[in-house]
C-alpha cells in the first residue's frame, strides 16, 4: 500500500532562517506531488505541484521554492523565512495520468512558526 | 479557472441532527468534486468524489453529496451527527486534465451533545 511520510511535523524558526521541509511516497512510482498552505480561514493554497522528476509549477509568487530531487522526494525550501511564512504545510501526491479526475492523498503536516 | 464557495466557516449541529455543509462550484470543464474531512492537527482524508458516474455519492461515516449542476451545488449532507464529526470539511474541484485540485476555506463543524 502507499504511504505518505512528512517531516520535520512541528518547526520553530526565526525570522530570516533557512527552511527545509520533506516529503517522501512509498509504494507508487512517478506520482504527482504537491504542497498546500494551510493558514487560518485562508482554506488550502496550493504552493506548488510536481509532476515529474526536476518539473515543478510554482502556483503563487514568494521566498518559498520546491525541488523533486528523486522520483518519490518533494522539498519545500526557503534561504530567509518571513513571519507571513508561517501555517501548517501539507504535502500530497496522486496517481498520475488520472488528470482531474483522481483524489489526492495527504501527509500528516508541517507546522512552522515564524518567530 | 475554476473555483469553490463554502458558505459558513462555522456550523453547529446537535448529536443526532441533520448536518448540512454548503459547496458551490465554478468550472469552465466538467468538474470533479471532492470532499476531505480535517481532524486537528492531521492531513486531509477523503469522504468522497464525484465523477460524473452518478449524480448522489455515498462516502465514508455516513456521508453523501449530491451533484446539482443547474445550481452548481454538491453540498455535503448526513442524517444524524455523531460527536466524533466535529471537524473541518473541504469542498475542493477539479476537471479535464488539470493536476491541480482547488480547495474551498473549509467549514469547522460543531457538534453540541
Known amino acids: 500500500s502507499q504511504t505518505i511520510h512528512q517531516w520535520p511535523a512541528t518547526l520553530v524558526q526565526p525570522v530570516g532562517s533557512p527552511l527545509s521541509l520533506e516529503c517522501t511516497v512509498e509504494?507508487?512510482?512517478?506520482?504527482?506531488l504537491y504542497w498546500y498552505r494551510q493558514a487560518a480561514g485562508r482554506g488550502l493554497q496550493l504552493l506548488f505541484y510536481?509532476?515529474?522528476?526536476?518539473?515543478i509549477s510554482s502556483e503563487v509568487p514568494q521566498n518559498l521554492s520546491a525541488s523533486r530531487p528523486q522520483d518519490r522526494q518533494f522539498i519545500l525550501s526557503s534561504k530567509k523565512l518571513l513571519l507571513s511564512d508561517s501555517g501548517f504545510y501539507l504535502c500530497?501526491?496522486?496517481?498520475?495520468?488520472?488528470?482531474?479526475?483522481?483524489?489526492?492523498?495527504f501527509g500528516e503536516g508541517s507546522r512552522l512558526t515564524v518567530l | 479557472a475554476q473555483s469553490v464557495t463554502q458558505l459558513g466557516s462555522h456550523v453547529s449541529v446537535s448529536e443526532g441532527a441533520l448536518v448540512l455543509l454548503r459547496c458551490n462550484y465554478s468550472?469552465?470543464?466538467?468538474?470533479?468534486l471532492f470532499w476531505y474531512v480535517q481532524y486537528p492537527n492531521q492531513g486531509l482524508q477523503l469522504l468522497l468524489k464525484?465523477?460524473?458516474?452518478?449524480?448522489l455519492v455515498k462516502g465514508i461515516n455516513g456521508f453523501e453529496a449530491e451533484f446539482k449542476k443547474s445550481e452548481t451545488s454538491f453540498h455535503l449532507t448526513k442524517p444524524s451527527a455523531h460527536m466524533s464529526d466535529a471537524a473541518e470539511y473541504f469542498c475542493?474541484?477539479?476537471?479535464?486534465?488539470?493536476?491541480?485540485?482547488?480547495f474551498g476555506t473549509g467549514t469547522l463543524l460543531a457538534v453540541q451533545p
Open positions: 475542493a474541484v477539479s476537471g479535464g486534465a488539470t493536476n491541480k485540485l482547488i
Open positions: 510536481s509532476v515529474g522528476i526536476g518539473q
Open positions: 509504494g507508487t512510482s512517478n506520482p504527482n
Open positions: 500530497a501526491w496522486r496517481v498520475t495520468g488520472t488528470g482531474g479526475i483522481g483524489e489526492l492523498f
Open positions: 464525484y465523477t460524473s458516474a452518478a449524480t
Open positions: 468550472s469552465s470543464v466538467p468538474p470533479y
